[in-house]
C-alpha cells in the first residue's frame, strides 16, 4: 500500500546510545519531516526536508539530525540518547507545502532509560 | 501563551449526538486550517482542511473558520464509536507554512 513506513515501531536505548529511526515514502512527495509527540503538547517539528538534498531545523532540533539523499528515504538519527528523547515520534509527507502534512507513518514508541 | 489553543478533553458524549470541537489561535497570517484524526497508537489522519473563512462539510464533518474571531470547529453529526480518538486542529500560513498544533482534544462517544 502507497504510503509512509516507518521503522521500528517500538525501541528502547539506553542513555548515550544512537539510533536510526527510519522513513520512506512512495508517493514522489517533495515535502517530508519529523514530529515527535508528548502527552499534552501535541506535535513538535523537528526537522523537516523540501527536497532531496534540502533539510531544516523545526522547532525542537537539538539532539537529533537529518538528511535527505533521495525522494523517498528521510531518515532521523539520535545522537546521543537521552530520557528527554523518550517520546513517540512520526514522519510525514505531502505534495503541497501550504497544506498539511496528508500522510503520517504509524510511529516509532522510543524509550530512553 | 501558546499559538494556538485546544481543550484536552476528555470529551464524553451519547452516540448519535452532535459534537462539537473547538480551537482558538492568535496568529492572523495563518490562512489554511486543518483537522486531524488519531486513534489510538495509529498516526494522524487528515480529516479536512479549510482556506481562510467559512464553512466545508464532508458527510457527517463540517470544518468552520472565523477569521474576525480567530476561531474554528469541527462538527461531527450523528457521532458514533467510531469516531471516538483524539483531534487535532493545525493551522499554516505565512512566510514558510510550517504547521502550528494543538494539543488535540480526546472524545469519547458513549454506546
Known amino acids: 500500500n502507497a504510503g509512509v513506513t516507518q521503522t521500528p515501531k517500538f525501541q528502547v536505548l539506553k542513555t548515550g546510545q544512537s539510533m536510526t529511526l527510519q522513513c520512506a515514502q512512495d508517493m514522489n512527495h517533495e515535502y517530508m519531516s519529523w514530529y515527535r509527540q508528548d502527552p499534552g503538547m501535541g506535535l513538535r517539528l523537528i526537522h523537516y526536508s523540501v527536497g532531496a538534498g534540502i533539510t531544516d531545523q523545526g522547532e525542537v532540533p537539538n539532539g537529533y539530525n537529518v538528511s535527505r539523499s533521495t525522494t523517498e528515504d528521510f531518515p532521523l538519527r539520535l545522537l546521543s540518547a537521552a530520557p528527554s528523547q523518550t517520546s513517540v515520534y512520526f514522519c510525514?509527507?505531502?505534495?503541497?507545502?501550504?497544506?498539511?502534512?496528508?500522510?503520517f507513518g504509524q510511529g516509532t514508541r522510543l524509550t530512553v532509560v | 501563551q501558546k499559538e494556538v489553543e485546544q481543550d484536552p478533553g476528555p470529551l464524553s458524549v451519547p452516540e448519535g449526538a452532535i459534537v462539537s470541537l473547538n480551537c482558538t489561535y492568535s496568529n492572523s497570517a495563518f490562512q489554511y486550517f486543518m483537522w486531524y484524526r488519531q486513534y489510538s497508537r495509529k498516526g494522524p489522519e487528515l480529516l479536512m482542511y479549510?482556506?481562510s473563512s467559512g464553512n466545508k462539510e464532508d458527510g457527517r464533518f463540517t470544518a468552520q473558520v472565523d477569521k474576525s474571531s480567530k476561531y474554528i470547529s469541527l462538527f461531527i453529526r450523528d457521532s458514533q464509536p467510531s469516531d471516538s480518538a483524539t483531534y487535532l486542529c493545525a493551522m499554516s500560513g505565512g512566510s514558510n507554512y510550517q504547521l502550528i498544533w494543538g494539543a488535540g482534544t480526546k472524545l469519547i462517544i458513549k454506546p
Open positions: 479549510t482556506y
Open positions: 510525514a509527507s505531502k505534495g503541497d507545502r501550504r497544506l498539511g502534512e496528508a500522510f
